[in-house]
C-alpha cells in the first residue's frame, strides 16, 4: 500500500525558511516520480517542485525558483521541500504526491498517490 505524510508546515515571517517532509511507504524512489503542490485559498491546486525516478533535472515554476529546492533521502524514503526567501504569496496547503513515472509530470490529476497538506502561513 502506498501511502504519503507530509509534514512541517507552519507559521512564518516573510524572507524566512521552512522545510516540508514527505515520508513514504509502498513505493521505489526508482520508480516513482514525487512533486510538492500548493492550494491556495480560492485557487487551483499547482506543482510547485517534481523529482524524477530517472535522476533527471528537478522541476520549479518561476514562481519558485531559486528559493525552492526538492530533494530526496533514500534510506529515510523521505522526499523534502526546503522552502527559502518565503513571501505572503507562498501561503498555501502544501501537499506532496507520487506517480509511478520516470518524469516529473506537472498535472495533478496524474497522480494517484496523494499525502495529507501541511499549512504553510506566510506572515508580514
Known amino acids: 500500500e502506498v501511502q504519503l505524510q507530509a509534514s512541517g508546515g507552519g507559521l512564518v515571517q516573510t524572507g524566512g525558511s521552512l522545510r516540508l517532509s514527505c515520508e513514504t511507504s509502498?513505493?521505489?524512489?526508482?520508480?516513482?516520480?514525487i512533486a510538492w503542490f500548493r492550494q491556495a485559498p480560492g485557487e487551483e491546486r499547482k506543482v510547485v517542485s517534481c523529482?524524477?525516478?530517472?535522476?533527471?533535472?528537478?522541476y520549479y515554476p518561476d514562481s519558485v525558483q531559486g528559493r525552492f529546492t526538492i530533494s530526496g533521502d533514500i534510506a529515510k524514503k523521505t522526499v523534502y521541500l526546503q522552502m527559502n526567501s518565503l513571501k505572503s504569496e507562498d501561503t498555501a496547503v502544501y501537499y506532496c504526491?507520487?506517480?509511478?513515472?520516470?518524469?516529473?509530470?506537472?498535472?495533478?490529476?496524474?497522480?494517484?498517490?496523494w499525502g495529507q497538506g501541511t499549512l504553510v502561513t506566510v506572515s508580514s
Open positions: 504526491a507520487a506517480v509511478k513515472s520516470p518524469w516529473c509530470v506537472r498535472g495533478d490529476i496524474l497522480y494517484p498517490y
Open positions: 509502498g513505493i521505489s524512489f526508482n520508480d516513482y516520480a
Open positions: 523529482t524524477s525516478s530517472d535522476g533527471g533535472p528537478k
